[in-house]
């Protein structure tokens, strides 16, 4: 990734419901949380209505690629900093790093890419305009040249 990147952050404080007998974080709860920091980025760093997205213009954003790394366990209680980074958008993905960092340590880690989908037929789109938009206020320097197979 060249040149400076914006990050959209968020506290989330660990709860009973996140955790697992052992008294940890449940993984998938980590992928839980990372599609809420997605759906406020959009909502308040994007101003792109999230809820009307899915539900009015049935454009979905499905996970289609996902690295996590899991450094270190999380407890009920604990504050975990989320922050979520533009690395990259082309003419139908988007690729972002998410990270949540409690105390100056790394709990969790992953790198997603997300493809725009229609809803109607389950199959990629392009970005529409006023994501890409968004998407290139956000961070300019995380367009990717467009080498994706339009389907």
């Known amino acids: ?3 400076p990147s914006k990050h959209f952050e968020r506290p989330v404080r660990i709860r009973f419901s996140h955790c697992d007998p052992a008294g940890i ?3 998938p709860q980590y992928l839980v949380m990372t599609n809420a920091l997605v759906e406020d980025w959009f909502n308040e760093a994007l101003d792109i209505d999230y ?3 899915i539900s009015k213009r049935r454009v979905g954003l499905p996970i289609v690629k996902l690295d996590c790394t899991f450094s270190k366990p999380s407890q009920m ?3 975990l900093m989320l922050s979520l980074t533009l690395e990259r958008f082309g003419a139908r993905s988007v690729g972002i790093v998410i990270e949540a960092q409690s105390h100056g340590e790394t709990r969790f880690h992953a790198r997603q890419v997300l493809v725009t989908t229609s809803l109607e037929s389950g199959v ?4 529409p305009d006023d994501i890409r938009a968004a998407l290139a206020r956000f961070n300019p320097a995380a367009l990717a040249e467009i080498k994706e197979t339009r389907s």
């Open 1 to 3: 990734m060249s040149g």
């Open 25 to 27: 974080v449940f993984f």
């Open 51 to 53: 809820a009307a997205m």
């Open 77 to 79: 209680g604990d504050t």
């Open 124 to 127: 990629s789109i392009d970005i």
